[in-house]
């Protein structure tokens, strides 16, 4: 390169860095200004931070409503059943049992059997009058016609019932299979007992009273059959005929 080349470009140079150092700057950061760097991997943390704190907000949330469900099947567990039969199964007990307070002649009661068994149903007496022992056989007759009655008034009694007791024992299992928690599930099945032994209690009653009118005339064929022993034997010792004066017409 000549000289005249070279200072051809110095001079070019400094025109150049004269011209740059005497125009504006075109954008000048402010000196507060704060530089914002991007991460990838702390962002990353932050995503994961953030979606572990989610994660633990619903599992509370899920455990809270499973507590509360939990409470509610407890209030279920706990609620009493919304009907009772016991009203119901009482009256039909006190039915029953009035029928049988209105027994004939001879009640259920242990000291009344054994006066009427003394007075009317021991031995056959061998003295008295044929009046003393008609009115023994009668008595007999009317505590065995009464008897037969009482029965059939029981059975009559506990039929009645049974309607009664079907529409109870259908509302129960109505109501066992709709529970809604465990207590009225026991509460309809103790009553679904309840009416069970009610109506075990009407066939006993039934039976009592059917045994006891056998019973009586079962009594009183016996007691019969010993008075006409007793009445044959005190005829045959009777004495033979006895002659005597018979006066057939009037002197006048």
């Known amino acids: 390169m000549t000289a005249r080349q070279i200072s051809r470009a110095a001079l070019m140079a400094a025109t150049a860095l004269s011209i740059g150092l005497s125009l504006p700057p075109l954008w000048t950061a402010p000196a507060s200004a704060q ?4 991460d990838p991997s702390n962002f990353s943390q932050n995503v994961l931070t ?5 994660q633990q907000i619903n599992n509370q949330i899920q455990m809270l409503t499973n507590q509360s469900q939990s409470l509610v099947n407890q209030a279920k567990n706990l609620a009493s059943l919304p009907m009772s039969t016991l009203a119901q199964l009482q009256s039909t007990i006190a039915r029953t049992q009035s029928l049988l307070t209105q027994a004939q002649n001879i009640s259920f009661n242990v000291q009344q059997i054994q006066t009427a068994y003394s007075s009317n149903y021991g031995a056959a007496p061998t003295t008295g009058s044929n009046a003393t022992l008609f009115a023994a056989a009668q008595a007999r007759w009317q505590n065995s016609v009464g008897a037969f009655e009482d029965s059939l008034k029981v059975q009559a009694g506990v039929v009645g019932n049974i309607p009664t007791n079907a529409g109870a024992m259908t509302s129960l299992v109505t109501a066992s299979q709709s529970a809604s928690g ?3 599930a026991a509460q309809a099945g103790n009553q679904l007992l309840a009416l069970q ?5 009407d066939l006993v009653a039934v039976l009592a009273v059917k045994g006891r009118s056998d019973a009586l005339e079962q009594a009183r064929v016996t007691a019969t059959e010993s008075q006409g022993a007793q009445q044959y034997k005190i005829f045959a010792t ?4 006895q002659p005597g004066n018979v006066t057939m017409f009037s002197s006048n």
């Open 35 to 38: 530089v914002i760097v991007y």
């Open 50 to 54: 953030a979606a572990r704190e989610l």
């Open 182 to 184: 465990a207590l009225q």
């Open 197 to 201: 032994s009610q109506q075990l209690s």
């Open 238 to 241: 009777r004495g033979g005929y």
